[in-house]
């Protein structure tokens, strides 16, 4: 089993329509999680940081954790075109090393 | 969000040299780390580096790779003798608390392409 499974994609959604992502995990070590995009050929661009379980909301990027399924959930509201890219969970036991998904590609089409 | 720019941005080079990549961070770090993608793949994690010191190395980093941060204020990897199959892209980041993990920032990255 791998530690950390995301479904690649594509998802497709009209612009306006909210995004769903997640991943889930094999680690119970896990306590640190993270959200980042990724465009075509660029860096990470860290979007949500959550530490352990609950819900945190950031204008209209909601990230969930659920430790007790090793589940963890992205909403992306009122979805633009310019959400276009490749979404990434990370996550880390201690904070020093992160472990990545495999990113799910998503399109919002106009 | 803390600025790190990597240079070069893509760098070609011949099987077999000697490739260093370079991080500047624009603000004072204490816990730098470099990570690879590989074309399609996942992001993985190569090395942390805290304190002027390895901290943590995964398998990937063995003997060809090193880090250092030679004036205070680059930080560098240098792959020793290349392979086909370093041809990724190697991305930087900067964390500013340790056992937190909550914020670890990534710069651009830098291509490299081993021929």
């Known amino acids: 089993q791998k530690e950390v499974e995301q479904d690649p994609g594509p998802l497709s959604v009209p612009e306006g329509a909210i995004v769903s992502l997640n991943c889930t995990y094999s680690n119970s070590a896990f306590q640190y999680f993270m959200w980042y995009r990724q465009y075509s050929r660029k860096g990470p661009e860290l979007l949500m940081y959550?530490?352990?379980?609950g819900n945190k909301e950031d204008g209209r990027f909601t990230a969930q954790v659920d430790k007790s399924s090793k589940y963890i959930s992205l909403f992306i509201r009122d979805s633009q075109p310019s959400d276009s890219a490749t979404y990434l969970c990370?996550?880390?036991?201690?904070?020093?090393?992160?472990?990545f998904g495999g990113g799910t590609r998503v399109l919002v089409k106009p | 969000e803390p600025e790190v720019t990597q240079t070069p941005s893509h760098q070609v080079t011949q099987m077999g040299q000697e490739v260093i990549l370079r991080c500047v961070p624009i603000s004072n770090h204490l816990y730098f780390y470099w990570y690879r993608q590989i074309l399609g793949q996942k992001v993985e994690f190569l090395v942390s580096f805290y304190n002027n010191e390895i901290s943590e190395k995964s398998e990937i980093f063995d003997d060809q790779f090193s880090v250092e941060r030679p004036d205070g204020s680059n930080f560098t990897l240098k792959i020793r003798s290349t392979k086909l199959e370093d041809s990724a892209m190697y991305f930087c980041?900067?964390?500013?608390?340790?056992?937190?993990?909550?914020?670890?920032?990534f710069g651009e990255g830098s291509w490299l392409t081993v021929v």
């Open positions: 990370a996550m880390s036991a201690a904070g020093n090393k992160l472990t």
């Open positions: 980041a900067i964390g500013t608390e340790l056992l937190s993990g909550n914020t670890i920032y």
């Open positions: 959550t530490y352990s379980s």
